[in-house]
């Protein structure tokens, strides 16, 4: 016997797929993490996110959420019309916050260099052998100490990390190489 071939059931189908693949609801304002995104971003926010994208779709997406004539329809339906996917959301989202940190942590790299610095400098300290009294006694002898002859300080070494990260940040040293032959050479004045 004979089987027929599958046919497509008639009517609209209960979901589709946007462009990244995602199944999302016939009608747009049913789409839940669209929803999502807009109850949880803050609006102002999300403006500026909008109109510094440089992207034309989502330029049109916040001028439309802004318009009177758009006031009664849902976020979803603007993203499904103007081509915006609840991906392009996110990584619109993301890419913003992540630029505006990066600018905040830029604004404080000076004072966080200067910390690095300082970490991985040499410093002087109390001599750990005689506790900074420049002797050592045994039975009622002293006797110089033989790690700071007598001087009470030893110098201690700065941070070995930090002096990685130092000789990383200004050129000489980089992950698994040794100095640059560039920083050896002398500067021409």
């Known amino acids: 016997m004979r089987s027929t071939p599958m046919r497509r059931p008639r009517g609209r189908p ?26 949880d971003v803050p609006r102002t926010d999300l403006d500026d996110a909008l109109l510094v994208s440089g992207d034309a779709r989502f330029h049109r997406l916040y001028d439309a959420l802004h318009d009177d004539v758009y006031r009664r329809t849902s976020p979803g339906t603007l993203c499904r019309k103007f081509g915006v996917s609840w991906m392009d959301l996110m990584n619109l989202w993301y890419s913003y916050n992540m630029h505006l940190g990066l600018m ?4 404080r790299l000076p004072k966080i260099l200067d910390d690095i ?11 750990p052998v005689c506790d900074g009294i420049g002797y050592v006694a045994t039975d009622s002898i002293r006797y110089t100490c033989v790690i700071c002859d007598g001087v ?37 004045l």
């Open 14 to 39: 209960s979901s589709k797929r946007d462009k990244n693949g995602r199944p999302v609801p016939v009608r747009a304002d049913r789409d839940r993490p669209i929803q999502w995104f807009f109850e």
């Open 104 to 107: 905040r942590l830029a604004n």
């Open 117 to 127: 610095a300082e970490d991985s400098e040499s410093r002087d300290r109390s001599c």
């Open 152 to 188: 009470v300080k030893v110098r201690v070494p700065g941070d070995a990390h930090a002096r990685q990260l130092v000789f990383e940040i200004i050129g000489l040293t980089g992950p698994r190489r040794g100095l640059h032959r560039r920083a050896i050479r002398p500067v021409p």
